[in-house]
């Protein structure tokens, strides 16, 4: 036993996994006990006033909050134990860990901050840890997706530095009672949404801000499992159910989010890296949320967000699995031979994620994806709209199962070449997470979301579960055995870079960014290093020396002037005595 406490002390990720646990073991019965009284807390502590505006730090702990750390704090937790085996050999590993803790800390500071003010420093601090997160391999590759990461993200601290300054017109930053000081219909409560929606797609990345979160693929796996399961994609997703008492039915986020889905399914199914089809997947689920939340059905999103954190996360857990066991590939083409022959582990929850993910009966992804389907089935809504869910369901079924296909069907790879799996470090989180990818969506659904029945036509199931589902396995063996190569030429060139892409939403992105890159380089050039120097402290320097140095070549500033001066002011005093 001592033993085993001394390697826990002097292991960082087990040390740093423990603490997150422990959050774990105080947040989840508390948030029980919370939602069964109907109650919260609220500690309040007041730094000073201005004019009619107090400084807070508030924060606010409810069944909703401390359900949500919960599950941040315990993917936290089982993926500080996967890196230490996944990362072991990495020579920064202080900095690693460093690094995913205060990611962890922004995340909390915003899950529990219903004050703008203060959920503004948890939301700067996910866009700057998670810049240092992805340049983290401090390749050219990272560096581009780092720069396009932080730079979107920044574009949402602004709207956020924006309705901070707009809220003083309404009373105060405490967004918990926003909606006591102003009835429902005002103008300056729709800019403060309008505001704060904006800032939330930039972090959900929805259309046109989609374009960085596939290239924050280029972060290590376990960094990649954090930020696209339960973190930086999902600040946005979770400030606005927050703040739904203000959206409604808000049409312009609802028809973004459907663009969204649309794009990010149609681009998964023809994406070939590993990482990229699951970041694709993660846009899609977040674009179903933000449906939902525009919708109304801010319970049925924030359900839906909790269970794909955990079987998001064990997605890419599994993934950096492959990947660490096949010298790095991520194509999945490269990924056949017997894959799943030599890591069967792995291999079996790989899968019980992606039917997850598909919404396959009695996982985790059926009990919220059902639910919002059949939700929507009886809404008074338009049958694009519906459509289009629809269709993102299916499309999901599609990627996933052409990704399977391709890492166990094929007889051709490096499945032959794999490493065995890891270590109990490695496959153990994994497990844990598997087992509570299984129980996590009739958990909630028995216990937190409001009893919902509801009974479709036979027809309307059928269609989706036998007409849609053998369709989409049509067209995925379609896709996989007899669809032609990309080519760079001609019409087919354009269309297959139009859908891999995004719609141009990467090039356009870049081609957004750069022109202001190029005028901070040329601000940099011509003010601050030119100009501004040439005219502050730089001139003042020169102009002092210079003074300094013909005083000193009269010897006004030697000895000999200092003592003429002394004897000067002396003889000059005596005859003024004499005098007078």
Sequence with gaps: MIHLVHVFMNNKFYMYSGLLFMVVMINLPLSVYLYMTSS??????????????????????????????????FISSMIMVYSSYYMADEVYVSRFVALVYLFVLSMLLLIYSPNIL?????????????????????????????????????????????????????????????QLSLEGGSWMMALLTALLVFAAITKSAQIPFSAWLPAAM??????????????????????????????????????????TIFMSGVAAVFETDLKKVIALSTLSQLGVMMVTLSSGMVDLAFFHLVSHAMFKSLLFLCAGGFIHSNISIQDIRLMGGGLGLYMPLTSVMFLGSSLSLCGFPFLAGFYSKDLIIECFYGMESNFLIFFVLILATLLTFMYSFRLLFYMYATPYGVGLNAHPEGGINMVGPMIFLFFISLVVGSYIVSNYHPPVFLMLPLVSKLFLMVVGGGLCLGISIYLVNSAPEYTTKG?????????????????????????????????????????????????????????SFYLDMWGLVGVKGYLFLFYGVVLVGLLYSLMG
């Design 40 to 73: 919260s807390i609220f500690i309040e502590w007041e730094v000073f006033n201005m004019m009619t505006c107090s400084v807070e730090v508030i924060f606010l702990f409810d069944w909703m909050s401390c359900g949500f750390a919960s599950t941040v704090c």
């Design 118 to 178: 203060s959920v503004l420093l948890g939301w700067d601090g996910l866009g700057l840890v998670s810049y240092c997160l992805v340049i983290f391999y401090q390749t050219s590759k990272s560096a581009a997706a780092g720069m396009i990461t932080v730079l979107t993200n920044r574009l949402g601290d602004i709207a956020i530095l924006l309705s901070i300054t707009w809220a003083v017109n309404l009373g105060g930053w405490n967004f918990m009672f926003l």
């Design 218 to 259: 280029a972060a290590p796996t376990p960094v990649s499992a954090l930020v696209h399961s339960s973190t930086l994609v999902t600040a946005g997703v979770y400030l606005l159910v927050r703040f739904h008492y203000t959206l409604g039915f808000n049409l312009y986020l609802l028809i973004l989010a459907v663009f």
């Design 491 to 547: 019409v087919d060139g354009v269309i297959s870079y139009f859908i891999t892409s995004m719609w141009f939403l990467a090039g356009l992105a870049t081609s957004y960014f750069t022109p202001s890159l190029y005028v901070g380089k040329k601000f940099l050039k011509f003010l601050d290093q030119g100009w501004a120097e040439e005219l502050g402290a730089q001139g003042l320097h020169k102009v002092g020396a210079k003074g």
